[in-house]
């Protein structure tokens, strides 16, 4: 392929990249560690292409590190960077470590005396910021979780879900994808099996394949799915609830955009690793 054409791809990929807007991401160093007590560091960033450094850092707000043993690790050595946030990770004790971004948040429309207000915040905090008078009030729950997985030396049980959203149970362990051998996950929503849930896998160097390479699915009725992963490297794993129909609104009218009255996603980040 020549330069031209080279360009011509790239270009292309990064189109079809940012149509689906940017990316947040967490990318630990390494998702398996070996060693007596050893560390990951964290890179958390928002990004036109994933798993670039090129757009700002990620907010770690809601950051939650949980031990193999379910109890809350500390992370480290923060520090707020310009294009990214990073973090370490003692992993104190061996097995599998999840590190994650919670968050639950409001998005509130209304008016007051005909003047269009808008909100943003918690639960608490719409209460006293939004006035009692307040007229046309749509009020929009939005819970997100952005993880991932690291395990120090040997493999162990993932922490039980919230119930809160949408979350992904690994049936098989995040640290041991391989390609080409089956893997089995399923989906909760609110603790209960995601049925016919679409979700998608992206994989890392997207600018250096010159496509997207994106991966579709969708869950069964029980919420679970089983597939191959074709290539190793990082992917981000991502779905969305309620699932938006391109041109629709929650009644099905074209054009529309009624709001939601809740709102869940979640994004993983996972590595598959040849066999």
Known sequence: MNLYKSLVALALA????????HKQWILPSSTVVEGKEPWVTVDAAISEGLFDI????????GLAVTGPDGAAVTPENIFNGKLRNTFD???????TYRIALVNQSVFANYKVNGE????????ETLKKEVPANAQDLQVTHMASRLETFVTANEPSALPKPTGVGLELVPVTH?????VGEKVTWKFLLDGKPAANQPFSLIPGGVRQRGILGEIRHTTDANGEITFTAPTGGMYLVSSNWPVQVRGQGQ?????????????????AIVEVLPQ
């Open 174 to 178: 995040p640290n041991e994808l391989l």
């Open 89 to 95: 990770v003692k992993l104190a004790k061996n097995g």
């Open 54 to 61: 090129d757009f700002r850092p990620l907010q770690l707000d």
């Open 251 to 267: 009644q099905g009218q074209p054009g529309q955009q009624a709001p939601q009255p809740r709102r869940t996603s979640y994004t």
């Open 116 to 123: 269009t207000k808008r909100f943003r915040g918690t639960e």
């Open 14 to 21: 990064g189109a079809a990249f940012g149509a689906q807007a």
